[in-house]
């Protein structure tokens, strides 16, 4: 029986540029190590999620580990409070939030605050609120994100989020996706709440420095992904494996924490693109010897297409492919390489543009595809995968099924 790991690159998958004459950020790129990979092992294709939902990273991820999300999505607040560590109980409603800048009438002009870099000082002010009976607790995630957790009784998930996901127009009022007397509460409880937030954040010292300082605002709680913790067998359950995340954002640490994966922390690994990649892989490589399972997350290149950064999502892409040469002489493992869904750079969000997938490993013989990339996988012997499809691949391939 071989050790699997999964490197999943976050948005990886991309579309053609006129930048680089015709050809994907990855295509551009100079990928000698992943190409190698890829020509030594088997490619193909994959949507994690169904092509007509939008594939949100946590859906993605969720449904690469082998979960049916009719089944056991969560939604995406729960994953999120359980990677910065909160321990949610049973009742509690959470959500994902981004601190966002809204001007003197209201209006959003930046829904992360200029990227700022860390929140920790401003959710201080906002964790432990008492609203109608309720506490809420806001706790910093990475860069500009946070989470709100409201605890108290009658509660319900069933609630719209506040952000409109655009610049140029107000927040959206929270309301209530059901007649339930509950989901109707808890969507009065989120408006008062981000309205006392926003006041607070308004006369926050540091957003006084900032403003000094010609800096965006850290003023307004966005929120969204309203969820309640679910049942989830974890990975030793449901495949026998031992297994061990490694990644630098919250969400990532998250999903693989609710799936059961231990949590290693590796210095310089920080889900932005200064991530200390080669360090993430080096560690992954050590954690294969305790270890059947090892899932690495790479955010980057997600974040550069979203920011519609052709340039800086190639130049990622070449910062992983440098790092993967730890992965050349791996023994007794099966190797996996994709992403969880596209971000092309043109669009600067998520598409259902399918992503390459590369599996290479002792016993594994390469095929005629010798390139790492959207298009030359397609002619892959994998063929066309679902997210769901991967895990048994891999566990075949492993000799453990
Ligand atoms: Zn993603």
Same mark, same amino acid.
């Not at 109980?89 to 605050?113: F, S, W, Y």
């Not at 490694?246 to 693989?256: C, D, N, P, S, V």
């Not at 949590?263 to 200390?276: D, R």
């Given at each position: 029986?071989?050790?699997?790991?999964?490197?999943?690159?976050?948005?990886?998958?991309?579309? &053609?540029?006129?930048?680089?004459?015709?050809?994907?950020?990855?295509?551009?790129?100079?990928?000698?190590?992943?190409?190698?990979?890829?020509?030594?092992?088997?490619?193909?294709?994959?949507?994690?999620?169904?092509?007509?939902?939008?594939?949100?990273?946590?859906?993605?991820?969720?449904?690469?580990?082998?979960? #049916?999300?009719?089944?056991?999505?969560?939604?995406?607040? #729960? %994953?999120?409070?359980?990677?910065?560590?909160?321990?949610?109980?049973?009742?509690?409603?959470?959500?994902?939030?981004?601190?966002?800048?809204?001007?003197?009438?209201?209006?959003?002009?930046?829904?992360?605050?200029?990227?700022?870099?860390?929140?920790?000082?401003?959710?201080?002010?906002?964790?432990?609120?008492?609203?109608?009976?309720?506490?809420?607790?806001?706790?910093?995630?990475?860069?500009?994100?946070?989470?709100?957790?409201?605890?108290?009784?009658?509660?319900?998930?069933?609630?719209?989020?506040?952000? &409109?996901?655009?610049?140029?127009?107000? #927040?959206?009022? *929270?309301?209530?996706?059901?007649?339930?007397?509950?989901?109707?509460?808890?969507?009065?409880?989120?408006?008062?709440?981000?309205?006392?937030?926003?006041?607070?954040?308004?006369?926050?010292?540091?957003?006084?420095?900032?403003?000094?300082?010609?800096?965006?605002?850290?003023?307004?709680?966005?929120?969204?992904?309203?969820?309640?913790?679910?049942?989830? &067998?974890?990975?030793?359950?449901?495949?026998?494996?031992?297994?061990?995340?490694?990644?630098?954002?919250?969400?990532?640490?998250?999903?693989?924490? %609710?799936?059961?994966?231990?949590?290693?922390?590796?210095?310089?690994?920080?889900?932005? &693109?200064?991530?200390?990649?080669?360090?993430?892989?080096?560690?992954?490589?050590?954690?294969?010897?305790? *270890?059947?399972?090892? *899932?690495?997350?790479?955010?980057?290149?997600?974040?550069?297409?979203?920011?519609?950064?052709?340039?800086?999502?190639?130049? *990622?892409?070449?910062?992983?492919?440098?790092?993967?040469?730890?992965?050349?002489?791996?023994?007794?493992?099966?190797?996996?390489?994709?992403?969880?869904?596209?971000?092309?750079?043109?669009?600067?969000?998520?598409?259902?543009?399918?992503? #390459?997938?590369?599996?290479?490993?002792?016993? %594994?013989?390469?095929?005629?595809?010798?390139?790492?990339?959207?298009?030359?996988?397609?002619?892959?012997?994998?063929?066309?995968?679902?997210?769901?499809?991967?895990?048994?691949?891999?566990?075949?391939?492993?000799?453990?099924?």
């Amino acid at each position: 029986m071989q050790k699997i790991l999964l490197v999943i690159c976050d948005g990886l998958g991309d579309r &053609p540029t006129k930048k680089f004459g015709g050809k994907t950020p990855l295509e551009a790129a100079k990928t000698k190590n992943l190409d190698r990979l890829a020509a030594n092992g088997l490619t193909g294709t994959m949507n994690a999620v169904d092509r007509k939902l939008y594939p949100d990273s946590d859906k993605a991820h969720l449904s690469i580990f082998g979960y #049916p999300l009719g089944k056991y999505y969560c939604g995406r607040g #729960p %994953i999120e409070a359980a990677g910065i560590g909160l321990k949610l109980r049973k009742g509690d409603i959470a959500l994902r939030a981004n601190i966002a800048t809204v001007d003197q009438k209201g209006i959003i002009v930046d829904r992360r605050a200029g990227r700022i870099e860390s929140v920790q000082k401003f959710v201080k002010k906002l964790d432990g609120i008492k609203i109608n009976g309720t506490r809420i607790f806001v706790k910093a995630g990475t860069g500009y994100r946070a989470v709100v957790v409201v605890r108290g009784k009658g509660l319900s998930e069933k609630v719209t989020q506040n952000d &409109p996901k655009k610049i140029g127009v107000k #927040p959206l009022k *929270f309301m209530a996706e059901n007649s339930s007397g509950n989901a109707e509460r808890t969507a009065e409880i989120l408006n008062a709440f981000t309205e006392r937030a926003h006041e607070i954040l308004l006369m926050h010292p540091e957003n006084l420095k900032r403003k000094k300082l010609g800096l965006l605002e850290a003023n307004y709680l966005l929120c969204r992904g309203a969820g309640k913790v679910k049942y989830i &067998p974890g990975f030793k359950k449901k495949y026998g494996l031992k297994a061990t995340v490694i990644a630098g954002a919250g969400m990532y640490k998250g999903i693989a924490k %609710i799936v059961g994966m231990k949590v290693l922390k590796v210095k310089g690994a920080t889900g932005l &693109p200064n991530t200390n990649v080669k360090a993430k892989f080096l560690a992954a490589k050590k954690a294969l010897k305790k *270890f059947d399972f090892v *899932f690495v997350h790479v955010k980057a290149a997600d974040s550069f297409g979203e920011d519609g950064n052709a340039e800086g999502k190639k130049k *990622f892409i070449e910062k992983i492919d440098r790092a993967a040469k730890e992965f050349l002489d791996l023994k007794n493992t099966v190797i996996a390489v994709t992403a969880d869904h596209s971000t092309p750079c043109e669009l600067k969000k998520h598409s259902s543009d399918a992503v #390459p997938v590369l599996v290479a490993g002792q016993g %594994i013989k390469g095929g005629q595809v010798k390139e790492f990339s959207e298009r030359a996988c397609r002619k892959g012997t994998l063929g066309h995968l679902s997210g769901l499809q991967l895990m048994p691949k891999l566990l075949r391939l492993s000799g453990r099924r």
